[in-house]
């Protein structure tokens, strides 16, 4: 009698998702025969509502068909299941569920019903996407970090060297920037970068690919773009880059770059040798006077 009114006490006290339902698959079974109070807050339905319903109807456009079909599979040989799906809430409200399904016997040992115990992910899915858009985007600028840029570029190496599709690179770096920092301190320094960023993102295409690989350096890769229009395009980057209002605070900030460019050849077998031309183009760039576009050799 104590351990039933603990069992209860536990059921309807805890934060935890506890759905009974029958064990029978007949007649559009199973069908609901419980739910606990932390499932009618997080769903938005109550008890009345769901109870005699099939557990389908928590399902919605995202519900993985993959995920289901494994559920229904272990319950139909009556056996447990522990996965993660997402369900919809009455209001259409999407969330991830942790669900650990386990069948209940009674007495005799026949089946009778199956109890799902289920804790709401969505903070922590929501967490994860956050992590993982810091690990691909630079937190300041919103490019992406050198990592994911490298990844990127590595991929479309390899299908540019398949398909014989051209493939240009243009560094980027901003001419003086440690004087910015010196003079008007790093927060302005910050603004410049954030909006040297957007200047590079106006002259851009939707397929271009903007990376930020060192402190005041970027690199810009460029899909199924030849030589002559990559460089092209660093002259228009430039000179938006000059024109640009950099604004930071009461301070109007002078600004230009230098840029470097290089195109996939035959004999390159590595992503990184065309950054490395694209690099030796920049370094030109600078010894020239800065605020200018050089060509890899």
Known sequence: MILNTLCKTLITQTDDLVIVYEANFDDGGPRIVYVNPAFEKLMGYSADEVIGQSPKLLNGPNTDKQTRYKINRALRKGRGIRTELQKYS???QAHWLDMNIV???????NLQYFASIERDLSRYKK???????????????GALS???FMQHADKEFTRA???????SVIMIDIDHFKIVNDQYGHAAGDRVLKIFVEAIEEEIRSTDVLGRIGGEEFTLLLPDTPLKSASYLAERIRERINKYPYIAGVNLIDITASLGVAVLTEVDNQFKEVLSRADQALYKAKNAGRNKVKLAA
């Open 103 to 109: 069948p209940l016997y009674d007495d005799e040992g």
């Open 127 to 141: 967490m994860q996407r956050q992590l993982a858009n810091m690990a691909l985007f630079d937190s300041l600028t």
């Open 90 to 92: 009455k209001s259409g």
């Open 161 to 167: 060297k398949r398909y014989n599709r051209p493939l």
């Open 146 to 148: 050198r990592g994911a």
